[in-house]
C-alpha cells in the first residue's frame, strides 16, 4: 500500500529537516492542512505547495525568516475533481518577511491583489494569474529587480507604458488576456507560464508608442460546415447578393479555402470559405483559430440525426481550435425545409453558441440572408479582436500585401520583396520585419512557417494559393484509381492551370503536402508518394494476427480521419512489406510488429503489437508517443488495455494505473465469468520504464494526480537515462522541465555523440549534409549561454527526420531524438 499525502508531506519534512534543506517541496499532495511540524524548519528558503487542497496560510509562516520564494498556485485548468488550493487571504505576516522575493499566488480564490503586494519593492517573480485584473498599477516600475511576471487569464487590455523601465524582466506570461494590442501568439506563453519574450514584448510597446498604432478593425469570419451544406452559396448571397434570378443551382465544391472581404462602415469581415469535403479537414488545424466569428452551416435538408452528429463534430473542432470564439449555428436551404435540432441541448454542452434562435437562411430564395448581415456585424463589432491596435507601418504592409493578393493574384512572396515592401514602409530592423510576419501568419494573412527551415527557405505563402494547389492534388480521382500513389510527374497534370501552379512552383505544394502531413515519398521510390486519404478501403489479407496480442486502444469523441493518416505519413519508413490501406497499417521495428487500425464509426484507433516480450511493450510506447505528438494539446481520447488472457475485455488504463498503487488484483466479468486480473502483471506487460517516468513527471505537474508511492505498477530494474530524468525529477522544481537543466543536456550530448558515429558510417549523400548541418546548429545553440527551445526543436527535429530517412541505420539516433523531441514538448 503507498503512503497517505499526510504521511508523504510529513516524512518529506522530516527529511528536510534532517538534512537542513533550504528547500521543502509539497506541491500536488492535496493537502488540506499542513502538518505542524512543518513550521519547525525555520531555515526553509523555498517552499512549493502548488496543487493543495489549501483554503488558507497560517500565520506562523513569520518564522520562517529566511524564506525567498513561495508558491501557493494552481494550474489553471486541472481536471474537474482534482485538489487545487482556494487561498483568498494571506496574512499579514507574509509581507514581513525580509528575504521574500518570489511568490506565486496564480489562479487561487482572491477577490483581488492584495495592496501591500505592491508595497514590497524587491520582488523578483510575481504570479499573478486569473485575477480579472484590468489593469496593472504604475508601482509596478518600482520593482526593478522584477524577472519574472506571469499574468495569464486576467483581463488586462493593456499594459501601463511604464512597465518598459523593466530593464531586468526577461519573462511574462500574458496569455488569454484581451490584450487590445496585437502580439504574436507564440510571445504570450502558456497558460500558466511565460515565453521569455518579455524584453521582445516591452520593445514592441515602446516602438508602438513612438510611432502610433491604428486599429485592425478586421474580424475572420470561417465558414464551416459538411461538404454541399450550401457554404459557398450562402456566402454569395450575403456578399455578392446571388438570390433569387441570380442563384444557380450547381455543384461547385470549395478547393480548400476561398477567402473573400466585406467590408462594413467601421469594420471589414475576411470570410473564410472552407471546402467541406473530409479531406480538407486535415489542414483545419493550420488555419482554424481563436478570437474569429464562426458560421457553422447545417443543411436544412438533411435529417435530424445526421444534422445533429455533424453539428457536434464541428463544435468540438471548434473548441479544439477556436477556443472560445463564437459560432452562429446557420441553417441553409430554408426555402423548403425547417432545420430540426435541439438547440438547447447543443447549447448547454457549447456556450460559445450563440444564444439566438437559429437563423434559417437559404440562397435560392434570399431568405434570412439580410438578419444574418445585421447579427454577423453586431456579433463580430463586440470581439476585441476588432479593435485591436497594431503599428501604423505594420497595417500598412499587410493592406499592401492583401493587396497584392488579390489584384495580382500573388502566389508567394519571395523573402527579399518582403522585406523590401517593409522597408517601404518604415519598418527597417530585421527583427521588427519577423515580428510583423508572424503576426501576419497568425491572422492568416499569409503562411510562413518560420520553425521549418525547409518551408521557411520557400518563402511566404498565399494561403489560398498554397492550399488550392494542395487541395487539386489530393481531390484529384487518378490518385485514389492508382490506390493512393502518385508520382510527381503527375502533378504537372493535376495543376493543369499553368498560369496558376507554373512548373517551378509544383514542387512547393508538393512539399507543403508534407509539412500538412497528408503524404509521403515512398522510401526508396524517389520522387513517388501515397496519399493515404486515396488508399483503398479494403483490408488486406493479415497473417497470425488472429492469436492475442497485446492490444490498446484509443477512444475519441470525434475521430477524424486524418489522426490516422498522419499517423502513417509520419511512420511510413516503419510500414511493413507495403501492408497499407484507409483505415489501416501495419509496422515493423525490430523484430516486431504493430497493426494499427481506426473503426471511424465507432471512434475508435485499435493498436495491437506482436513479437519478443521485451521489446514489444516500447514499440508499444514509441506508436503511443506517436499519436500523442498528433493528437497535441487539444485531443485527448480516452485510452483503453485489453488483458492478454481476455481479449474481449477492455479495462480503462488511467483507472488501472490508479489501482494498482493500492490493490493486487481487479475483479472483473467476462463473458458471464467472474475473473481475477493480477493488475501488476497487466500493466508490466504495458508501462514501459520510461512511461514511468513520464507519469511521475506528470504528477509533478498537474496538480492532484495521485503521486505514486515508490515502483508500485512495474518490477522493471529502471534504465539509466530513467535513472537520470527519475532524479531530475524529484527535488523542487520541474528541474527537467527546463532547457538549461544538466539532465537535459546530458540527453542532448548523447544525441550528438550518436549522430556523429552515424556520420562516420555514411558516404556522401545529401542526407548526410543535412544531419551534419542540423548537428552543427544544435552544437551551436547548446553553447549559447541562453539556448533557445525553438532552435532545439528544429535541429532534433530535422535530426530525426534525416535519421528516418536512413532507415534501419538511422534508428538509435531517431529514438534519441524522439526522446528528446517528447521532453522538449513537455516544456513550458
Ligand atoms: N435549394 C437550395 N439549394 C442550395 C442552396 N444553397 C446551396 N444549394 C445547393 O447545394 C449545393 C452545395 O452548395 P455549396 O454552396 O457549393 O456547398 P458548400 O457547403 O460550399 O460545399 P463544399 O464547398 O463542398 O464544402 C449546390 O448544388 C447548391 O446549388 C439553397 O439555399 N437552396
Ligand atoms: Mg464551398
Given at each position: 500500500m503507498s503512503k497517505t499525502p499526510e504521511e508523504t508531506a510529513l516524512e518529506r519534512i522530516r527529511e528536510a529537516k534532517k538534512s537542513e534543506a533550504g528547500t521543502l517541496d509539497l506541491k500536488e499532495l492535496g493537502l488540506k492542512d499542513l502538518p505542524e511540524e512543518l513550521w519547525e524548519l525555520t531555515n526553509l528558503k523555498e517552499l512549493h505547495l502548488q496543487?493543495?487542497?489549501?483554503?488558507a496560510l497560517s500565520?506562523?509562516?513569520?518564522?520562517?525568516?529566511?524564506?525567498s520564494s513561495l508558491d501557493i498556485s494552481n494550474e489553471p485548468f486541472a481536471r474537474p475533481g482534482r485538489p487545487r488550493n482556494r487561498i483568498a487571504r494571506l496574512p499579514d505576516e507574509l509581507w514581513k518577511l525580509p528575504e521574500l522575493r518570489k511568490l506565486n499566488i496564480s489562479f487561487?480564490?482572491?477577490?483581488?491583489?492584495?495592496?501591500?503586494?505592491?508595497?514590497?519593492?524587491?520582488?523578483e517573480l510575481l504570479g499573478l494569474g486569473g485575477f480579472k485584473l484590468a489593469s496593472l498599477p504604475p508601482e509596478i516600475v518600482q520593482l526593478q529587480n522584477l524577472t519574472t511576471l506571469y499574468l495569464s487569464g486576467n483581463q488586462l487590455a493593456s499594459l501601463p507604458p511604464e512597465i518598459v523601465q523593466l530593464q531586468n524582466l526577461t519573462d511574462i506570461g500574458l496569455h488569454g488576456n484581451p490584450l487590445e494590442i496585437a502580439l504574436p501568439t507564440r510571445w504570450l506563453g502558456s497558460q500558466y507560464f511565460g515565453n521569455n519574450e518579455a524584453q521582445k514584448i516591452l520593445a514592441y510597446y515602446k516602438e508602438l508608442d513612438e510611432e502610433g498604432g491604428n486599429p485592425l478593425g478586421e474580424v475572420r469570419v470561417m465558414v464551416v460546415g459538411e461538404a454541399n451544406a450550401g457554404k459557398t452559396k450562402l456566402l454569395r448571397a450575403l456578399l455578392k447578393g446571388e438570390v433569387g434570378e441570380s442563384f444557380v443551382d450547381a455543384r461547385n465544391p470549395t478547393d480548400g479555402i476561398e477567402v473573400n472581404t466585406f467590408g462594413g462602415d467601421d469594420i471589414a469581415l475576411r470570410f473564410w470559405d472552407f471546402g467541406g469535403q473530409e479531406i480538407m479537414h486535415a489542414t483545419h488545424r493550420f488555419f482554424l483559430s481563436r478570437r474569429c466569428v464562426y458560421i457553422l452551416a447545417a443543411d436544412s435538408s438533411q435529417d435530424r440525426d445526421y444534422n445533429e452528429e455533424k453539428i457536434e463534430y464541428w463544435l468540438e473542432l471548434i473548441k479544439f481550435f477556436g477556443g472560445d470564439s463564437p459560432v452562429m449555428l446557420v441553417a441553409t436551404k430554408a426555402e423548403q425545409f425547417s432545420l430540426d435540432v435541439n438547440q438547447s441541448r447543443l447549447q448547454e454542452k457549447y456556450p460559445n453558441l450563440v444564444k439566438s434562435p437559429i437563423l434559417h437562411t437559404s440562397a435560392k430564395s434570399g431568405q434570412g440572408i439580410q438578419e444574418l448581415h445585421k447579427s454577423l456585424f453586431e456579433l463580430a463589432k463586440k470581439l476585441p479582436t476588432a479593435s485591436v491596435i497594431l503599428p501604423k507601418s505594420f497595417l500598412a504592409v499587410k493592406d499592401a500585401l492583401e493587396k497584392m493578393k488579390e489584384d495580382e493574384k500573388v502566389k508567394v512572396i519571395e523573402d527579399a520583396i518582403y522585406r523590401k515592401l517593409c522597408a517601404e514602409n518604415g519598418i527597417s530592423e530585421e527583427e521588427r520585419q519577423d515580428t510583423l510576419l508572424q503576426l501576419l501568419h497568425d491572422m492568416g494573412v499569409v503562411l510562413h512557417y518560420e520553425d521549418d527551415e525547409r518551408l521557411s527557405d520557400f518563402g511566404i505563402l498565399n494561403p489560398d494559393w498554397a492550399t488550392g494547389g494542395v487541395y487539386k492534388i489530393v481531390t484529384n480521382t487518378k490518385i485514389k484509381e492508382s490506390r493512393g500513389r502518385f508520382a510527381l510527374r503527375q502533378v504537372e497534370e493535376f495543376l493543369n492551370d499553368k498560369e496558376k501552379y507554373p512548373p517551378s512552383m509544383r514542387r512547393r505544394i508538393v512539399d507543403l503536402m508534407k509539412k500538412f502531413e497528408l503524404s509521403y515519398e515512398i522510401p526508396l521510390e524517389k520522387d513517388t508518394f501515397i496519399l493515404p486519404s486515396a488508399l483503398p478501403a479494403d483490408q488486406p489479407a493479415l497473417d497470425g494476427w488472429d492469436k492475442p496480442a497485446m492490444t490498446f486502444e484509443y477512444r475519441y469523441r470525434i475521430l477524424q480521419v486524418n489522426v490516422l493518416h498522419r499517423f502513417m505519413v509520419t511512420n511510413n519508413d516503419l510500414i511493413s512489406g507495403g501492408q497499407i490501406w484507409y483505415s489501416g497499417v501495419v509496422l515493423k521495428k525490430g523484430d516486431n510488429q504493430c497493426l494499427v487500425r481506426a473503426d471511424f464509426r465507432d471512434k475508435k484507433i485499435n493498436i495491437k503489437v506482436k513479437g519478443v516480450e521485451e521489446t514489444r511493450k516500447d514499440f508499444l510506447y514509441f506508436i503511443r508517443t506517436q499519436f500523442e505528438r498528433i493528437h497535441g494539446e487539444e485531443v485527448k481520447p480516452d485510452e483503453y488495455i485489453y488483458p492478454a488472457q481476455y481479449p474481449e475485455l477492455p479495462l480503462r488504463f488511467d483507472d488501472m494505473k490508479t489501482l494498482a498503487k493500492s490493490e493486487k488484483d481487479y475483479k472483473a466479468v467476462y463473458k458471464g465469468q467472474a475473473v481475477t486480473i493480477n493488475l501488476r502483471e497487466l500493466l508490466d506487460g504495458f508501462v514501459t520504464a520510461e512511461e514511468r517516468h513520464e507519469d511521475e513527471k506528470r504528477d509533478e505537474k498537474e496538480p492532484g494526480r495521485e503521486r505514486g508511492g515508490?515502483?508500485?505498477?512495474i518490477n522493471n530494474t529502471i534504465n539509466v537515462q530513467g535513472d537520470m530524468m527519475g532524479n531530475a525529477t524529484v527535488g523542487n522544481e520541474n528541474m527537467i522541465s527546463s532547457i538549461t537543466n544538466p539532465a537535459f543536456k546530458e540527453e542532448l550530448g548523447k544525441l550528438t555523440k550518436e549522430v556523429k558515429s552515424l556520420l562516420q558510417k555514411l558516404e556522401d549523400t545529401p542526407n548526410k549534409e543535412e544531419l551534419k548541418e542540423n548537428l552543427e546548429n544544435l552544437q551551436e545553440e547548446m553553447e549559447r549561454p541562453k539556448p533557445r527551445k525553438k532552435f532545439y526543436q528544429v535541429s532534433v527535429e530535422g535530426l530525426a527526420q534525416s535519421a528516418r530517412n536512413l532507415n534501419e541505420v538511422g534508428k538509435p539516433v531517431l529514438e534519441l531524438a524522439m526522446t528528446i523531441i517528447k521532453l522538449l514538448h513537455s516544456m513550458p
Amino acid at each position: 500500500m503507498s503512503k497517505t499525502p499526510e504521511e508523504t508531506a510529513l516524512e518529506r519534512i522530516r527529511e528536510a529537516k534532517k538534512s537542513e534543506a533550504g528547500t521543502l517541496d509539497l506541491k500536488e499532495l492535496g493537502l488540506k492542512d499542513l502538518p505542524e511540524e512543518l513550521w519547525e524548519l525555520t531555515n526553509l528558503k523555498e517552499l512549493h505547495l502548488q496543487g493543495n487542497n489549501l483554503s488558507a496560510l497560517s500565520a506562523k509562516i513569520a518564522d520562517f525568516v529566511n524564506l525567498s520564494s513561495l508558491d501557493i498556485s494552481n494550474e489553471p485548468f486541472a481536471r474537474p475533481g482534482r485538489p487545487r488550493n482556494r487561498i483568498a487571504r494571506l496574512p499579514d505576516e507574509l509581507w514581513k518577511l525580509p528575504e521574500l522575493r518570489k511568490l506565486n499566488i496564480s489562479f487561487n480564490a482572491f477577490a483581488e491583489i492584495p495592496d501591500t503586494l505592491w508595497q514590497k519593492k524587491g520582488w523578483e517573480l510575481l504570479g499573478l494569474g486569473g485575477f480579472k485584473l484590468a489593469s496593472l498599477p504604475p508601482e509596478i516600475v518600482q520593482l526593478q529587480n522584477l524577472t519574472t511576471l506571469y499574468l495569464s487569464g486576467n483581463q488586462l487590455a493593456s499594459l501601463p507604458p511604464e512597465i518598459v523601465q523593466l530593464q531586468n524582466l526577461t519573462d511574462i506570461g500574458l496569455h488569454g488576456n484581451p490584450l487590445e494590442i496585437a502580439l504574436p501568439t507564440r510571445w504570450l506563453g502558456s497558460q500558466y507560464f511565460g515565453n521569455n519574450e518579455a524584453q521582445k514584448i516591452l520593445a514592441y510597446y515602446k516602438e508602438l508608442d513612438e510611432e502610433g498604432g491604428n486599429p485592425l478593425g478586421e474580424v475572420r469570419v470561417m465558414v464551416v460546415g459538411e461538404a454541399n451544406a450550401g457554404k459557398t452559396k450562402l456566402l454569395r448571397a450575403l456578399l455578392k447578393g446571388e438570390v433569387g434570378e441570380s442563384f444557380v443551382d450547381a455543384r461547385n465544391p470549395t478547393d480548400g479555402i476561398e477567402v473573400n472581404t466585406f467590408g462594413g462602415d467601421d469594420i471589414a469581415l475576411r470570410f473564410w470559405d472552407f471546402g467541406g469535403q473530409e479531406i480538407m479537414h486535415a489542414t483545419h488545424r493550420f488555419f482554424l483559430s481563436r478570437r474569429c466569428v464562426y458560421i457553422l452551416a447545417a443543411d436544412s435538408s438533411q435529417d435530424r440525426d445526421y444534422n445533429e452528429e455533424k453539428i457536434e463534430y464541428w463544435l468540438e473542432l471548434i473548441k479544439f481550435f477556436g477556443g472560445d470564439s463564437p459560432v452562429m449555428l446557420v441553417a441553409t436551404k430554408a426555402e423548403q425545409f425547417s432545420l430540426d435540432v435541439n438547440q438547447s441541448r447543443l447549447q448547454e454542452k457549447y456556450p460559445n453558441l450563440v444564444k439566438s434562435p437559429i437563423l434559417h437562411t437559404s440562397a435560392k430564395s434570399g431568405q434570412g440572408i439580410q438578419e444574418l448581415h445585421k447579427s454577423l456585424f453586431e456579433l463580430a463589432k463586440k470581439l476585441p479582436t476588432a479593435s485591436v491596435i497594431l503599428p501604423k507601418s505594420f497595417l500598412a504592409v499587410k493592406d499592401a500585401l492583401e493587396k497584392m493578393k488579390e489584384d495580382e493574384k500573388v502566389k508567394v512572396i519571395e523573402d527579399a520583396i518582403y522585406r523590401k515592401l517593409c522597408a517601404e514602409n518604415g519598418i527597417s530592423e530585421e527583427e521588427r520585419q519577423d515580428t510583423l510576419l508572424q503576426l501576419l501568419h497568425d491572422m492568416g494573412v499569409v503562411l510562413h512557417y518560420e520553425d521549418d527551415e525547409r518551408l521557411s527557405d520557400f518563402g511566404i505563402l498565399n494561403p489560398d494559393w498554397a492550399t488550392g494547389g494542395v487541395y487539386k492534388i489530393v481531390t484529384n480521382t487518378k490518385i485514389k484509381e492508382s490506390r493512393g500513389r502518385f508520382a510527381l510527374r503527375q502533378v504537372e497534370e493535376f495543376l493543369n492551370d499553368k498560369e496558376k501552379y507554373p512548373p517551378s512552383m509544383r514542387r512547393r505544394i508538393v512539399d507543403l503536402m508534407k509539412k500538412f502531413e497528408l503524404s509521403y515519398e515512398i522510401p526508396l521510390e524517389k520522387d513517388t508518394f501515397i496519399l493515404p486519404s486515396a488508399l483503398p478501403a479494403d483490408q488486406p489479407a493479415l497473417d497470425g494476427w488472429d492469436k492475442p496480442a497485446m492490444t490498446f486502444e484509443y477512444r475519441y469523441r470525434i475521430l477524424q480521419v486524418n489522426v490516422l493518416h498522419r499517423f502513417m505519413v509520419t511512420n511510413n519508413d516503419l510500414i511493413s512489406g507495403g501492408q497499407i490501406w484507409y483505415s489501416g497499417v501495419v509496422l515493423k521495428k525490430g523484430d516486431n510488429q504493430c497493426l494499427v487500425r481506426a473503426d471511424f464509426r465507432d471512434k475508435k484507433i485499435n493498436i495491437k503489437v506482436k513479437g519478443v516480450e521485451e521489446t514489444r511493450k516500447d514499440f508499444l510506447y514509441f506508436i503511443r508517443t506517436q499519436f500523442e505528438r498528433i493528437h497535441g494539446e487539444e485531443v485527448k481520447p480516452d485510452e483503453y488495455i485489453y488483458p492478454a488472457q481476455y481479449p474481449e475485455l477492455p479495462l480503462r488504463f488511467d483507472d488501472m494505473k490508479t489501482l494498482a498503487k493500492s490493490e493486487k488484483d481487479y475483479k472483473a466479468v467476462y463473458k458471464g465469468q467472474a475473473v481475477t486480473i493480477n493488475l501488476r502483471e497487466l500493466l508490466d506487460g504495458f508501462v514501459t520504464a520510461e512511461e514511468r517516468h513520464e507519469d511521475e513527471k506528470r504528477d509533478e505537474k498537474e496538480p492532484g494526480r495521485e503521486r505514486g508511492g515508490s515502483n508500485t505498477y512495474i518490477n522493471n530494474t529502471i534504465n539509466v537515462q530513467g535513472d537520470m530524468m527519475g532524479n531530475a525529477t524529484v527535488g523542487n522544481e520541474n528541474m527537467i522541465s527546463s532547457i538549461t537543466n544538466p539532465a537535459f543536456k546530458e540527453e542532448l550530448g548523447k544525441l550528438t555523440k550518436e549522430v556523429k558515429s552515424l556520420l562516420q558510417k555514411l558516404e556522401d549523400t545529401p542526407n548526410k549534409e543535412e544531419l551534419k548541418e542540423n548537428l552543427e546548429n544544435l552544437q551551436e545553440e547548446m553553447e549559447r549561454p541562453k539556448p533557445r527551445k525553438k532552435f532545439y526543436q528544429v535541429s532534433v527535429e530535422g535530426l530525426a527526420q534525416s535519421a528516418r530517412n536512413l532507415n534501419e541505420v538511422g534508428k538509435p539516433v531517431l529514438e534519441l531524438a524522439m526522446t528528446i523531441i517528447k521532453l522538449l514538448h513537455s516544456m513550458p
